[in-house]
């Protein structure tokens, strides 16, 4: 384990970097000593700011680091009260995936993660906590942004033809069939490890579509749904990329949703050449310029009109 927390020290603040996720560790209320600053009513400890500069010590940011650490949980309380203002809700799966890749990253398992966290200090709950509102933040951004920005197809050929880039691209199409391991909402653990179980038989068993298929479609608590052909461009990042690591004719790995434990079987893969694969991967990048342009000034006027206590 002495590894691995050395790993964290020299990688976490890359890992993090990568998957775009800025970390904040929130206390347990038993932890709360002191209040520092208050938020529009909500309260920022001591606990916190000394958490929250711990982790921006372990991950190399220079300078002040309390500092550093006050005026990021300051912004960060104003994200998670309007994502609460407009009703995002993160599920505990959706959490627990963005977790499991830091881990990956890292080349370590959630467990081990979660030990080398806490061997520096940081409760892991407590990064697991901030990852919930880091990912509803990006959901009200998202949703505030594509609603006060209409971009037109003749928007992102242009920026194709601009930058001398061809209006098509290759780029790879799957035939894929979803497969969920069902787990119910208020499961309890044995029935958890069971749906762990069968994903793993599955896996371990499917060598085909063919024959997979048929397996999986027979065994118990198992739904099997087409998910047809789609442009890599059209999956949802998290699953493409299982499905690009996945062999054709095997499952991807698996991931636990609101429904249970997802995997995609992939039946078949072929290049193809399509204008929409260019379009969409400009769009993402106009997206990704312009939104993060937008969320700082989101971010900005909620501070504005914010009544912020430092005690």
């Not at 601009?162 to 209006?167: C, T």
Request: proline residues 2%.
């Amino acid at each position: 384990m002495a590894r691995a927390t050395g790993m964290v020290r020299t990688i976490l603040a890359g890992a993090v970097a990568l998957i775009g996720i800025a970390l904040l560790l929130t206390e347990p209320a038993a932890a709360a000593t002191r209040i520092e600053v208050v938020v529009n009513d909500q309260a920022i400890t001591n606990y916190a700011i000394d958490q929250r500069a711990r982790l921006l010590k372990l991950t190399g940011t220079p300078g002040n680091v309390r500092s550093q650490a006050v005026e990021q949980l300051i912004d960060e309380a104003l994200q998670s009260q309007e994502a609460k203002r407009a009703n995002v809700k993160i599920s505990d799966s959706q959490v627990d995936n963005a977790f499991a890749e830091i881990a990956k990253r890292l080349k370590l398992s959630p467990g081990n993660f979660s030990k080398a966290l806490s061997q520096n200090g940081v409760n892991p709950q407590t990064l697991k906590d901030r990852l919930r509102v880091q990912i509803a933040w990006g959901q009200v951004v998202s949703t505030r942004f594509r609603s006060s920005r209409s971009i037109t197809e003749q928007d992102m050929i242009a920026q194709l033809r601009g930058k001398g880039s061809d209006v098509s691209k290759d780029t790879d199409e799957y035939l894929l069939q979803r497969i969920v391991v069902v787990i119910p909402k208020s499961g309890s653990r044995s029935q958890v490890s069971t749906a762990e179980g069968t994903a793993r038989q599955l896996r371990n068993r499917f060598t085909s579509c063919e024959s997979g298929l048929q397996l999986a479609a027979q065994a118990n608590g198992v739904v099997v749904k087409s998910a047809g052909r789609r442009l890599a461009s059209e999956i949802p990042e998290d699953a493409r990329k299982r499905i690009e690591e996945t062999q054709v004719g095997h499952l991807s790995a698996p991931a636990r949703t609101d429904e249970g434990i997802e995997m995609y079987a992939v039946c078949e893969k072929d290049t193809v050449r399509s204008t929409e694969a260019a379009i969409q991967e400009v769009q993402s990048e106009i997206v990704s310029e312009e939104g993060q342009i937008f969320s700082r000034q989101y971010l900005r006027n909620l501070r504005k009109d914010a009544v912020i206590e430092r005690r």
